[in-house]
């Protein structure tokens, strides 16, 4: 049950384009880190590049992709490729070379402290194990 946080900046996306980026975060989320598709949330916002600086220096293109994941789910092998895979779909999106300041951050947030539907990952990990 990822959520994926995705904050775009210098460059507003039609509609296509950000239903694009959605549903690639989603595919990336589903295929290299093993996610389901239907409890994966992608939240697209944008704002405005003067609000952004690298190293105290303007930028006319940035972007900042994060997700969330139940921790000990995935391999550093996985992670490592999903993070090279959505540093890659920023710059497709974005069509500009990006600041090597551009992060993708993993988080991995322990069972008991989240979850979908009022339910704990951990709650449903006791009940698939019992």
């Known amino acids: 049950m990822p959520f994926l946080h995705i904050r775009l900046a210098g460059r507003d996306l039609t509609d296509s384009e950000r239903l694009h980026l959605q549903d690639e975060?989603?595919?990336?989320?589903?295929?290299?880190?093993?996610?389901?598709a239907d409890v994966?949330?992608?939240l697209v916002e944008g704002s405005p590049i003067a609000n952004w600086t690298v190293g105290?220096?303007?930028?006319?293109?940035?972007?900042?992709?994060?997700?969330?994941i139940s921790e000990?789910?995935?391999?550093a092998g996985e992670k490592d490729r999903f993070i090279a895979a959505a540093y890659g779909l920023l710059q497709e999106v974005l069509g500009a070379p990006l600041n090597a300041a551009t992060y993708v951050v993993?988080?991995?947030?322990?069972?008991?402290?989240?979850?979908?539907?009022g339910r704990t990952?951990?709650?449903?990990?006791?009940?698939?194990?019992?």
Do not use: C, D
């Open 106 to 117: 993993i988080r991995e947030i322990p069972m008991e402290n989240w979850g979908y539907g």
């Open 56 to 68: 105290v220096r303007p930028q006319k293109m940035a972007g900042h992709f994060e997700i969330l």
């Open 40 to 42: 994966t949330a992608v």
């Open 72 to 75: 000990g789910t995935n391999t």
């Open 25 to 36: 975060a989603t595919r990336l989320a589903v295929t290299i880190l093993g996610k389901r």
């Open 121 to 130: 990952q951990e709650s449903r990990r006791i009940a698939v194990a019992a």
